[in-house]
Structures are given as structure tokens and as C-alpha cells.
């Protein structure tokens, strides 16, 4: 009896026991999970623009980002930072970084960035884009680790072309590469300054200089020349053009260069005759004339019944030391006297007194009678050369008018 009493109390016991323990054990859990999942505090986490309400035990921020299983590096944007201590309600944001490839001027690099855009990236690295300046890809391109990002700062050079004064804003390093940009095209001669592949800053000035180069042909006219021969069937004093003579033509072929639509230089590259000049020929009398008839003794030349003529008159001499001849143009030696045959010798023009003729001479001192007996280069029209003793009577003289009538032309 006692034994099988001791076996069912023995086998109650234990079975009640353990089921006890196990409902308390499970009770007791369920407790702590209730109280555990209580407790926790409450975190929106803002990735990528979603935002993520979770709960949390983690101490900090760093903590509560490692139980999302996000790997935090040095570039990282998370706000507030990963040592913030957690409270109910805090907001989280992370932004993960990622590296990018920029060219800034020239100057190539990787960077790490949390912008979004390459406008963003911009502003981050402190760069503003003016409208002018090169930046590929666009402002409103969205950031990805396969994007390469360039950008060239422009600046304004002052350009002078075609007569104009222009600011251009530009990127360009060269000369070369700012005249390809603005579409300028230089001909072969023309010239700009600084030098083609000279680099360009702000402060330059750029200089095209239009050079056009051009042939300009010329027609000039050549003079004749006149030559004198003697003719012995003519008249000592006499002249008889025989040949008119005739200008030629000759063609002046020049180069010559425009800068800027001014003449800066004229060379003469050829020659090319158009038409020889034909000389003037002109015949000079060289036959003696017979000698005139000489007066008698004392007689009285009758003074004729011509009308008298206002003439011209002035004086010279045969008496020089050098470069006179003392032979009229009528072959008459006068080296030693002013008078022929009794008469005053007078140089005309035969055209209007012929050789020979007898004048009478009325001055404002005098009245003589003449004959004309020579001719002279200036004596020509109304205008006659009295000859006299001295080269200083004939400069006292000077020019006066004087009174002339005709007794007899020629012989």
C-alpha cells in the first residue's frame, strides 16, 4: 500500500511539476517579450528618400543603423551623427556616398558626394554656373557612380575683327580654339595677334587683321621728245615741225596690300608697254639768208602807215662772258655792236614780226627804228628782246610795254 501510494504520489507530483514549470516558464517569456517589445523606442529612418518607422534598443544611431544591416563609411551623410544618443521619435537620415569622376578646370580627380544631382555637386563643391561656362553632363542630371563630370569656368577676352570691338565670354586656352568657337574664318594672308597657338587668359586682347592683296594696273602716258634737225632749204632763225610726235602708253602693274580695308604697300611688279612713244621732229633752217639792201647815206626810212601795236618789251645782251654766242638767229654777228645796217636789232616771235621786218620802236625814253633779226626761246606773241650794250642796261630795263608799228614785213 505504502509503496503504491509512494509510486502515484511520485508519479503525480512530478507530471503536475512539470507541467507548472513549463506554463510558468512560457508565461514568464511571454512576459519579458511583451515588456521587451514595450520598451522599445521608436526611430524613423529616412534612406533614399523612404522613410522607415522602426523600433529599436539600440543605444545610438550607428546602432540602429547597423541593425538594418546598412555598412557606414567615412563619406556618408547621417544626421544626427552615428554617436547621438537614441530617444522616442528621433528621425534618422542616411545618405550613402558614392565616388564620382569631376574634371574642374582642367583638373581631374575622384570625389566622394551625397549630392543627388550635378547641380547639387556644384553647390557642394562651391562652384557657381554662369550661362556662359561648359558643364557636361546638365545641372539637372541625377548623380551615379558611372557619371564623369566636367566643367570649364568661362572668362571674357576683348576680340577686335572686321572693324568691330566685341567681349566674348569663351573657355577656350588658345587663340586657335576661341576663333573656331566663334565661327571666325582666317584667309590665307590674314594675320591675328597673339599667335594662332598662343594661350589666352582674361586679360587678352585678340587682334584679326583682314590682309587682302590686290593687282592694280595702271596706264601712264610717256612724253615725246623733240629733236631739232639742221635743214639747209630753210632759212637761218626758221623752224618747220615736220613730225607732230605722239605720247605712248605704258601699262604699271602693282601689288598692293589692304590691312583692314587701308593701303599699307604698293610694289611695282611689271612693266608692259602699251605704245612707243614717236619723237617730235622738228626741221631748224640753217641756209644764210642774202643780206639785205643797204640805205643810202644818210637816207630817211619813211615810217610807214601802220597802226600802231601794244608789245612786250625787254632787253639783252651779246656781250657774256660765257654761253653767248654773238650770232643772231638770221646768222648776223652782233659781238660787237646792237645795230645793223643802221638800224637797232630786236629779237620777235616770226610768227608775228617776221625775220627782216623794219619796226619803229616807241619806248617811254625812246623812238628807233628796228629790225627783227633774231629770235629767242621766250619771244613768243606780242612780246620783243631789244638788244643793248650791257647785261646791266638790259636788267635796269626789266619788262616794259612799249609802242611798235610795222614799216615793212619781211625783206
Keep these: 500500500m505504502t509503496q503504491w501510494m509512494k509510486r502515484i504520489f511520485s508519479e503525480f507530483s512530478w507530471r503536475k511539476f512539470a507541467i507548472s514549470s513549463v506554463g510558468l516558464l512560457t508565461l514568464m517569456g511571454i512576459l519579458i517579450f511583451a515588456i521587451y517589445e514595450v520598451t522599445k523606442t521608436s526611430v524613423t529612418v529616412s534612406l533614399n528618400d523612404e522613410n522607415i518607422t522602426v523600433y529599436t534598443h539600440a543605444s545610438t544611431v550607428g546602432e540602429v543603423l547597423e541593425e538594418r544591416g546598412i555598412d557606414v563609411s567615412v563619406h556618408d551623410y547621417i544626421e544626427p551623427s552615428i554617436d547621438t544618443t537614441i530617444t522616442d521619435a528621433l528621425k534618422i537620415t542616411y545618405t550613402p ?5 569631376v574634371n574642374i578646370d582642367g583638373e581631374a580627380k575622384d570625389i ?8 547639387e555637386l556644384m553647390d557642394e563643391l562651391g562652384i557657381t554656373v554662369n550661362e556662359h561656362d561648359v558643364i557636361e553632363p546638365s545641372l539637372e542630371k541625377e548623380l551615379t557612380d558611372e557619371i564623369k563630370v566636367t566643367y570649364e569656368p568661362s572668362y571674357a577676352v576683348t576680340l577686335f575683327s572686321d572693324g568691330e570691338e566685341n567681349k566674348v565670354w569663351t573657355t ?11 565661327n571666325i574664318t582666317l584667309n590665307e594672308l590674314d594675320k591675328v595677334e597673339p599667335a594662332i597657338d598662343d594661350e589666352i587668359n582674361e586679360d587678352t586682347d585678340v587682334n584679326i587683321v583682314r590682309v587682302e592683296k590686290v593687282t592694280d594696273v595702271v596706264e601712264e602716258t610717256i612724253d615725246f621728245a623733240t629733236v631739232k634737225r639742221n635743214d639747209s ?5 626758221s623752224e618747220e615741225v615736220v613730225e607732230s610726235g605722239q605720247e605712248g602708253r605704258l601699262k604699271k602693274h602693282y601689288e598692293v596690300i589692304f590691312e583692314d580695308g587701308e593701303e599699307v604697300s604698293r610694289e611695282l611688279v611689271k612693266e608692259e608697254m602699251v605704245q612707243e612713244s614717236q619723237d617730235r621732229i622738228v626741221a631748224v633752217g640753217t641756209k644764210a639768208p642774202p643780206a639785205p639792201p643797204a640805205p643810202a647815206q644818210n637816207q630817211t626810212v619813211s615810217r610807214g602807215s601802220g597802226e600802231w601795236s601794244s608789245f612786250i618789251a625787254t632787253k639783252y645782251t651779246a656781250f657774256c662772258p660765257t654761253g653767248c654766242t ?11 655792236t646792237i645795230t ?21 620802236v616807241r619806248t617811254p625814253n625812246e623812238t628807233f627804228v628796228a629790225q627783227a633779226l633774231d629770235t629767242g626761246g621766250a619771244i613768243q606773241g606780242n612780246k620783243i628782246d631789244i638788244l643793248v650794250n650791257s647785261r646791266s642796261e638790259a636788267m635796269n630795263f626789266g619788262i616794259q610795254n612799249v609802242q611798235i608799228r610795222v614799216i615793212r614785213r619781211g625783206r
Excluded at 654773238?326 to 660787237?336: C, F, K, L, P, Y
Design 97 to 101: 556616398a558614392q565616388q564620382i569622376f
Design 112 to 119: 566622394w558626394t551625397v549630392s543627388g544631382t550635378v547641380e
Design 172 to 182: 577656350s586656352t588658345t587663340i586657335g580654339d576661341l576663333l573656331e568657337k566663334e
Design 233 to 237: 632749204s630753210l632759212e637761218r632763225g
Design 326 to 336: 654773238g650770232v643772231t638767229a638770221t646768222g648776223i654777228d652782233v659781238s660787237n
Design 340 to 360: 645793223h645796217n643802221g638800224n637797232r636789232v630786236i629779237a620777235t616771235d616770226p610768227s608775228v614780226i617776221p625775220m627782216y621786218s623794219l619796226v619803229e
